[in-house]
């Protein structure tokens, strides 16, 4: 019986250790030859070699390639990954690795040191490269990662694991290979593409609109004084990279009730159909900022109506697929149930986040520092809030006073650190320039929306819905006030990413899930988004730091 009590308290040590080992190395893997990679120069040697060019392209090339390749195996291994982890166990768990990882840091220094070196050899001086040396170099950077797999695990491991897993491992490589031939062709064809881009929105615009100027040499399209340059940037890869990999991620998801190879077919769909929108969407463009206002044009619905689209495609495409019998297998679905609980739940966090984000999207695209249209976030927020109210009454909303102190600090270090705190702003003189009546209209629907709206929507989204799907798959069943550094960590980071300064909202994303670890419950943390919100609010009218607004 002792000997059984030792080896289960032994067990999660021996766990931990082989965890920290595994993100140890992988780390070192995924630092060392970036970092040699930012020290060498290939400039700085022989330019004028075909040779040496050719080799130089190629290097440029094998990082994504490397990329590619990693991602493509863990995602065709994915299905194994259970066996191959306890595979991985049992072979480390013995093994001596520490002197292995310690030759590696010291061949990685040396060779860090001798690169710095390399980079002063020949030049244009030189007839020739520097081969040899050349050579050397790039063996020593697979002797640095050989060390790192045989630190990893022991030779017997790689050589059962290789043999068992060659058809998983030659798929990946021949779709990494497939993946960046496909980027060298598209970063070679974004010419064609603007070109195309160009034709087909000038075909759009010319539907519609008389006098129309058409530079074709330079891609110019505009109509009076207004005109674009549709340049690379404006062909519409962008989308196109968005919905191809938001769609293949949808397929990787849904996998087991769609028909395949059949559903492959939305790929090609959704690519078109981003792109066609996108000719549409600088066709518009042109006649917002030729009619309506240049300004509202370019810094609002030039980026924003992409986003748009991109939502518009992905989401019919689900919809179509899910309800066309060509791509969705019918039989995987028993009876038209009704909703889950889970299902139910997640609407009622998220919807009142999304609304607020459509909204914020809408806004933007379609007016210029119009700040009348906030008024739509609160609009759009406090429906989603009147369609969910029957979940938030089962919520438990009884707050103590460590939130609202919390949040309190948190306002009070938001507006100390404001780094716009002296420089004028726009909002104070449109304020001023309002009738009394308008102005304290606007005001108190900003500050409905900024203390009472906004810190629900967000905190539902974030710390009731995010903070526990982070701790398990099934959310509904952890919680309100669980724990877990993952979620702790990550949906704090996130948080700080919705705000334009990321530290201090990420800082303030980690206070918030204090509050909801003290309190237990949601409310807790809401109540303290609030506090912190009223004392921001407060202090940008009493003092007319309109920044902060």
């Known amino acids: 019986m002792a000997q059984l009590e030792t080896t289960a308290e032994t067990m999660p040590s021996t766990e931990r250790s082989l965890n920290v080992r595994a993100l140890l190395l992988l780390a070192m893997a995924a630092i060392e030859l970036p970092f040699l990679a930012f020290l060498y120069d290939p400039t700085a040697i022989n330019n004028s070699d075909p040779a040496w060019l050719w080799t130089r392209v190629i290097l440029r090339e094998a990082v994504p390639l490397s990329v590619f390749f990693l991602a493509t195996l863990c995602v065709a291994a994915a299905p194994k990954r259970i066996t191959l982890s306890e595979a991985w166990r049992r072979a480390a768990a013995q093994h001596q690795w520490r ?45 640095i990662y050989g060390l790192l797999a045989a630190a990893f695990a022991p030779l017997s491991y790689w050589r059962e694991t290789l043999t068992s897993e060659r058809t998983t491992i030659a798929i990946a490589a021949g779709a990494a290979l497939f993946i ?42 505009g109509i009076g004084d207004f005109v674009v340059n549709i340049a690379a940037a404006c062909s519409g890869y962008e989308g196109i990279g968005l919905v191809a990999t938001f769609l293949a991620i949808y397929l990787w998801i849904f996998r087991s009730v769609l028909k395949f190879p059949n559903v492959f077919l939305i790929l090609p769909i959704g690519i078109a159909a981003i792109w066609i929108l996108n000719s549409v969407r600088i066709a518009a463009l042109v006649s917002l900022g030729a009619h309506v206002s240049p300004e509202v044009a370019v810094t609002g619905f030039h980026s924003q109506a992409g986003w748009m689209m991109f939502l518009m495609v992905t989401i019919a495409i689900m919809l179509a697929t899910h309800r066309i019998a060509f791509f969705h297998d019918q039989a995987a679905i028993v009876t038209p149930a009704a909703p889950s609980t889970a299902f139910q739940a997640a609407v009622a966090l998220l919807a009142p986040f999304l609304a607020m984000t459509a909204a914020g999207i809408l806004a933007a695209a379609f007016t210029h520092e119009n700040y009348w249209s906030y008024a739509l976030r609160v609009i759009a927020i406090s429906i989603a809030l009147f369609a969910c109210w029957r979940y938030y009454r089962r919520l438990d909303w009884r707050i103590g006073w460590t939130p609202i102190v919390l949040g309190l600090i948190v306002g009070a270090a938001w507006i100390a650190t404001d780094p716009a705190g002296d420089a004028p702003d726009t909002l104070g003189l449109w304020l001023g320039a309002l009738p009394p009546a308008a102005m304290l209209l606007w005001l108190s629907m900003r500050i409905f929306g900024t203390i ?24 509904e069943n952890i919680a309100e006030g669980a724990f877990s550094w993952k979620a702790f960590l990550i949906s704090s980071a996130l948080f700080g990413v919705l705000h334009d300064r990321w530290l201090a909202g990420a800082l303030a994303g980690a206070v918030f899930a204090f509050a909801l670890y003290r309190s237990g419950k949601i409310s807790g943390a809401i109540a303290a988004h609030m506090s912190a919100n009223a004392l921001i609010a407060f202090w940008a009218i009493i003092f007319g730091q309109w920044s902060l607004l």
């Open 180 to 221: 960046e031939m496909a980027a060298v062709l598209s970063r070679q064809s974004w010419g064609a593409l603007s070109e195309a881009t160009f034709r087909t929105s000038a075909f759009f615009l010319s539907l519609y609109e008389t006098d129309i100027i058409i530079i074709a040499d330079k891609r110019v399209l």
């Open 452 to 475: 009472i709206l906004v810190p629900i929507a967000e905190e539902l989204a974030f710390r009731g819905y995010l903070h526990r799907k982070l701790i398990a798959d099934k959310f």
């Open 99 to 143: 002197m292995l990882l310690t030759i590696n840091v010291a061949v990685f220094v040396m060779l860090s040191v001798l690169t710095l070196q390399f980079n002063q050899y020949g030049g244009e001086t030189e007839p020739q490269p520097p081969w040899l040396l050349f050579s050397l170099w790039v063996a020593a950077i697979g002797v």
